[in-house]
């Protein structure tokens, strides 16, 4: 299983974009990438997921160089909010099992 | 997008006790599912992947006999927590792959606070 990479945590004002970058040097062919949100005491929600290149979609941008090694979560003009941790993942592409790292505990500040 | 469901949110029990929390798809069918434990201010740990149909798969220092888990059908797993004691206290959250996306996205349930007192 490919072993993800995040800072501990990042503070940001409200109204900037964040971007919180994964390394996830031993990625497999057919892994996908996948960023979670949680908020204490709820489950993991779903952001974005992608395989190379970029996606966006209405919460979010995923940026994914060629080499695959690393991945950007690009979160446009946060609010407070957006106060949370947030989990890169990789794997899926059939039946994987899900291992989370340590996250980023994002703060946003007034 | 695909929903799962815990059930209970929370739950308080003495110890010794066994108590059983139950994940569902609720609008997708998932031939494999996963429990996972969250302590305070830590990550989610995975605690064993659960096959419809089969014996679960328990990751290395999860003691299968004291957290049994069933399941039984492609919407319902469940996790029984037995003889709990006070270190079994935490959030426990259970996933699925399926829904739109096929295996490769996971769909969380809402998670489910154990107190053992």
């Known amino acids: 299983l490919a072993k993800t990479t995040q800072p501990i945590s990042m503070d940001s004002y409200e109204g900037q974009e964040v971007n919180i970058t994964c390394s996830h040097n031993n990625i497999a062919t057919n892994d996908y990438i996948t960023w979670y949100q949680q908020f204490p005491s709820q489950g993991p929600r779903f952001i974005i997921q992608g395989y190379k290149t970029k996606v966006t979609n209405e919460v979010a941008s995923l940026f994914i160089p060629a080499d695959r090694k690393s991945s950007t979560l690009s979160l446009p003009r946060v609010s407070l909010s957006d106060t949370a941790v947030y989990y890169c993942?990789?794997?899926?592409?059939?039946?994987?099992?899900?291992?989370f790292g340590t996250g980023t505990k994002l703060q946003v500040i007034p | 997008g695909a929903v799962v469901s815990q059930h209970p949110s929370w739950v308080i029990c003495k110890s010794g006790t066994s108590v059983k929390i139950e994940c569902r798809s609720l609008?997708?069918?998932?031939?494999?599912m996963f429990w996972y434990r969250q302590f305070p201010k830590q990550s989610l740990m995975l605690m064993a992947t659960?096959?419809?149909?089969?014996?679960?798969?328990?990751e290395q220092g999860v003691e299968k006999d004291k957290f049994l888990i069933n399941h039984a059908s492609l919407t319902l797993s469940t996790l029984t927590v037995t003889s709990a004691h006070p270190e079994d206290s935490s959030f426990y959250i259970c996933?699925?792959?399926?829904?739109?996306?096929?295996?490769?996205?996971?769909?969380f349930g809402q998670g489910t606070r154990l107190t053992v007192v």
């Open positions: 659960s096959n419809e149909g089969s014996k679960a798969t328990y």
């Open positions: 609008d997708f069918q998932a031939t494999t």
């Open positions: 996933s699925a792959l399926g829904g739109d996306r096929g295996s490769t996205e996971a769909f």
């Open positions: 993942l990789v794997g899926g592409g059939g039946y994987q099992k899900v291992t």
